[in-house]
């Protein structure tokens, strides 16, 4: 596995990632000096072949910049320790896969996928978590925080076009929601928090936000779920 991970470090160094080929041969990997000691579940691939071409776009579309071993759960079966990549703009799961004398890169089918983890952090699709029915669109998010106040965030790309030296780069967009007596929230600054939160609650959180020194209009997962722990205490 770490074979595995070098090679596709080696890809980002190089520039090539954005032109993935949707297989390689098992020659190629014996050069490329990758190794699998897995075995798929025939289930596992139903979903289509991954060959993106993000090129000429600079930056990477991938949460992680090294193919790593993570867990998910497809039709209510767990799988652990399968190389997976999650495309944030693509918003798919990407699993490397062996078929033959090929390594096949195949885009899980989202709506056979419940969740997937990353090094301790976990990602659900919303259609098959406790928030499917409060109007936010299909897809992963992940949870930052639960509990009778939680926290998800929708991690988001976009691509921005510079007109001076026609070049294109990914930049990151994410939006995070306050889930709150079984309503979510959209929060972007000091007023979307304030809304959610009972009135007599509305001075100690700002004054929470000011001796933590939280700029809400600003704020990252890092301020949001400061914010979410103090919530969760006047509760």
């Known amino acids: 596995m770490n074979r595995i991970r070098l090679w596709f470090e080696y890809l980002f160094l190089s520039g090539v990632v954005g032109l993935l080929p949707a297989s390689l041969s098992a020659q190629e990997t014996a050069d ?16 289509r072949i991954y060959s993106p071409n993000y090129f000429p776009i600079k930056g990477s579309p991938f949460l992680t910049e090294s193919w790593e071993a993570h867990d ?30 090929n390594l096949l890169f195949i885009r899980l089918n989202r709506k056979h996928v419940k969740y997937f983890k990353f090094s301790g952090r976990e990602f659900v699709n919303i259609t098959y978590s406790r928030f499917r029915d409060t109007g936010l669109p299909d897809g992963y998010y992940e949870i930052l925080r639960e509990g009778q106040i939680g926290l998800l965030a929708k991690r988001k790309l976009l691509v921005e076009d510079n007109t001076q030296d026609w070049t294109s780069s990914f930049f990151r967009e994410d939006r995070w929601y306050l889930w709150k007596d079984g309503k979510m929230r959209y929060l972007h600054n000091k007023k979307s928090l304030l809304d ?12 929470f936000a000011k001796k933590s020194g939280i700029r809400l209009k600003h704020a990252g997962d890092r301020e949001w779920e400061q914010m979410v722990d103090f919530l969760n205490t006047l509760n």
């Open 196 to 207: 959610a939160v009972d009135e007599q609650y509305r001075k100690p959180v700002i004054r």
């Open 72 to 101: 998910f759960n497809l039709q209510n079966n767990e799988y652990h320790n399968m190389p997976v990549w999650y495309d944030i703009y693509a918003d798919d799961l990407i699993l490397l896969y062996q078929q033959g004398q």
């Open 32 to 47: 490329k000096d990758i190794s699998l000691t897995y075995t798929v579940p025939s289930n596992l691939v139903q979903g």
